[in-house]
């Protein structure tokens, strides 16, 4: 994991997730104008009790306060997959906890 | 008129707003270019966009009015709805073509 992809990381540990998957897309966006060097294009699917009851602009918001320094430098671009607990794992995986 | 002025006399004056990087004829990056597919396959054809490469202070402006750091934005009805992501959810879920067919409040 590079740097950068740990600092995010870092970030959002804070929104105390059950679960992130974060990825580095940076290499598929070499070259395009904006992302200089191929760098800084991530994705993530967070889950966290956190988002619970709030809508999906506030779960966003909620990710992007934490890394709005780093935008757009150095991250140019963080997609973002928001989940509770409750939506991400199937039913079925919550029963067998 | 301010920046924020503008920002404000656009997306209240057009019921679909998206602040996007080139035309929708020409977007030039991968999430703009999804989002205005999006509202393609939700039926609007024509929408007014905003090629926020071509100005840089409006390109910095719609991050200060929305409190949203990166583009592109969708606007309806005056209400920011959110970037591509949000856009691709919304429209799986049928939320956001419930949300661009919904006639205006009076």
């Not at chain 1, 200089?36 to 966003?60: D, E, M, N, Q, W």
């Not at chain 2, 024509?46 to 926020?52: I, L």
């Not at chain 2, 583009?71 to 920011?80: A, H, R, S, T």
Request: with cysteine; glycine share 8%.
């Amino acid at each position: 994991m590079s740097g950068l992809a740990e600092l995010i990381a870092e970030r959002l540990a804070t929104l105390e997730p059950v679960y992130v998957e974060l990825d580095d897309d940076s290499a598929a966006h070499a070259g395009h104008p904006g992302a200089a060097g191929g760098a800084g294009h991530f994705s993530v699917t967070i889950v966290s009790h956190c988002f619970s009851g709030a809508p999906r602009l506030a779960r966003h918001r909620a990710v992007l306060d934490r890394v709005a320094d780093l935008i757009p430098h150095p991250v140019h671009a963080l997609a973002i997959r928001a989940y509770t607990p409750d939506e991400y794992f199937p039913a079925h995986e919550r029963t067998a906890r | 008129m301010s920046i924020q002025d503008k920002i404000r006399e656009q997306v209240k004056g057009h019921r679909v707003v998206l602040y996007m990087k080139g035309t929708p004829q020409f977007p030039q990056c991968g999430f703009s270019a999804t989002a205005t597919e999006i509202l393609k396959r939700c039926g609007v054809d024509e929408f007014f966009s905003v090629n926020v490469l071509a100005d840089p202070d409006l390109r910095q402006g719609i991050k200060e009015y929305a409190n949203w750091p990166t583009v592109p934005q969708l606007y309806v009805d005056g209400e920011f709805v959110g970037g591509c992501d949000i856009m691709r959810e919304m429209y799986q879920s049928g939320e956001l073509q419930q949300v661009l067919g919904a006639k205006k409040p009076a």
